[in-house]
């Protein structure tokens, strides 16, 4: 089977982006969100995220400094198909989160803004997903013990570990301590795919249990998806599986894409663009064809900056909430 060489093989944050236009030069700016919830009353207190107040405040500060786009301004922007006198920005949301559509969507219907949310299909019939699995278990062991019971595992099956690279782990999770980003890193990039999901499916059912009743919990239904669809929101692919597309064989990744392409057609209401999101954010020069084979229009990285036009629509770069400053 041909194995591909990787055209972006971890997220690029750079210095953090300022989220103030600059004038004379229109851009789009896309923001990726994820966690947004109350810690005070969430099930896992310590899951680092936005809090709903800090998520709508965010959004207020932004509306006054862009013009918040909907998908098909933005697509048409990159395009030159449309024109603009004030930058564009762009609001995402990855993975799929049931929060989404309780605490995300009621904010953005009041002040009439648009948002694409990505769903990993593989959720919607039960499953978790590992990178979601690690993060509870983190939450609910504490990193120390949670690295502690991985390395265990690890050295019982003999696994041979290829150490974390401290300036890409910097670069991957630079909102993280050392340690926390050596072990993230570790984990997503360097762990072969095989040997993360026998550990890590081991101590979720060891912990905390009950997949399809968790992912109930933690992801979005096709209902809950249809409801933001009915509220002006759109929806896209974010794998099926969630692992990183640059790391599969081509009928690998041509099965991934094409079947949450299927999935998402079969279970939603119709919609004029399909967007997606590179899980981790990794891409190489084959996953463009690969996606737009599966009927999907553009694709979203997760490297920092601002998109000009013209851009290829399947390498728009998107900025994390962590990284706006006003």
């Known amino acids: 089977m041909e194995r ?9 944050t750079g210095r953090p982006f300022l989220a103030r236009p600059t004038p004379g030069q229109a851009s789009l700016v896309g923001v990726v969100y994820h966690y947004i919830r109350d810690p005070h009353t969430a099930r896992f207190p310590r899951i680092r995220g936005l809090t709903i107040e800090q998520f709508a405040s965010q959004v207020a500060q932004l509306q006054e400094r862009y013009e918040m786009a909907t998908l098909g301004s933005a697509l048409g922007f990159l395009q030159g198909r449309y024109k603009s006198t004030r930058s564009l920005c762009l609001l995402t949301f990855d993975d799929g989160l049931r929060e989404h559509v309780d605490n ?42 949670y690295r502690h019971l991985v390395m265990e595992r690890l050295g019982e099956l003999q696994v041979t570990l290829q150490p974390p690279d401290p300036a890409q782990a910097a670069l991957a999770y630079p909102w993280d301590t050392k340690p926390v980003a050596k072990f993230k890193h570790l984990m997503n990039y360097r762990l072969p795919i095989e040997w993360r999901t026998i550990v890590v499916d081991q101590l979720f059912d ?70 997606f999101s590179y899980p981790y954010g990794v891409f190489d020069e084959f996953t463009p064809a690969a996606l737009a084979a599966a009927g999907f229009n553009c694709g979203f990285a997760l490297e920092g900056g601002a998109n000009p036009a013209h851009r290829s629509l399947f390498e728009i770069h998107r900025v994390d909430t962590k990284d706006l400053t006003f």
Not at 120 to 138: D, E, F, I, P
């Open 4 to 12: 591909r060489t990787t055209l972006s093989a971890a997220p690029v």
């Open 104 to 145: 995300v969507c009621p904010i953005l219907v009041r002040a009439g803004i648009q948002g694409v949310f990505f769903v990993t299909t593989s959720c919607l019939s039960g499953r978790v997903v590992n990178v979601h699995k690690s993060h509870h278990l983190m939450a609910a062991l504490g990193f120390d013990e």
């Open 206 to 275: 060891e912990y905390l249990g009950d997949e399809p009743g968790f992912a109930r919990e933690l992801y979005l239904s096709v209902a809950d998806a249809r409801r933001l669809q009915r509220a002006g929101m759109v929806i896209g692919g974010h794998s099926h599986a969630h692992t990183p597309l640059a790391g599969l064989e081509v009928g690998a990744l041509a099965h991934d894409v094409s079947q949450c392409g299927a999935i998402l057609r079969a279970s939603l209401l119709d919609q004029p663009y399909w967007p």
